[in-house]
């Protein structure tokens, strides 16, 4: 099954600022506004994504990391362990997203930025064909995945989780392997971590990331590629 194409989220009705106003030593370049779908797509449009800035969820940032992680998909790491483990697992596309996000939320319980707040937004985005999700499954069993925000050549990977050995790496090879499949020429892990790095993620300066994304993104009004469902 394709997943649903995107529909039409409207103006976004908040003025973010421009990259050339931004703090060039601060992750966030503003706060405030809200998580209504055209206001977070416009937002990943221009490089940026929300996350609560304190415990209390009192205060929305959106953030553009200085250091921006990626991964080239050229550059994923796939070592004999995970194909071994995908042989005994079945991946999914947007079968599950709710389930995959919640579980993403009980895996980050410290520090947790995947509030109900956000899992409605991110739910309310991926009815519109905007948020995707990659299921893992054994023995019919939802054992790993992942979510993110798909736009036009662009992948931004918010979160993962597993509950057997390897499943998030297998969601991760299998979200990999369908944006090669689709063209699509950029994957966004938001910050570097060595877990990341030992997949292959490597780092880029703010700068050289918005070029990317721009790169990345489509004229207006031209249908994406589809990913594909693989099994």
Known sequence: MQPTPPQD?????????????????????CIGGDLAPATIIDAYKHGMFPMYLDHQQSVLGWWSPVERGILELSDFRVTRSMR????????TFN???????IACSNTHKEGNWITEEFIEAYCRLHDLGWAHSVEVWQDDQLVGGLYGIRVDGFFAGESMFHRRRDASKVALMALVGAMQMAE???????????HLQSLGATEL???????????????????????VKTT
């Open 9 to 29: 989220v409207g103006l976004n009705h908040w003025n973010f600022p421009e990259a050339h106003e931004w703090d060039p030593n601060d992750d966030v370049v």
């Open 84 to 91: 071994q483990s995908a042989r005994s697992m079945r991946t």
């Open 95 to 101: 079968q599950a997203f709710r389930d995959v996000m």
């Open 184 to 194: 699509m020429t950029l994957l966004d892990t938001q910050w570097w971590t060595e």
């Open 205 to 227: 300066p703010r700068r050289d990331y918005l070029k990317r994304l721009e790169l990345a993104l489509t004229p207006a009004g031209v249908t994406p590629a589809k990913i």
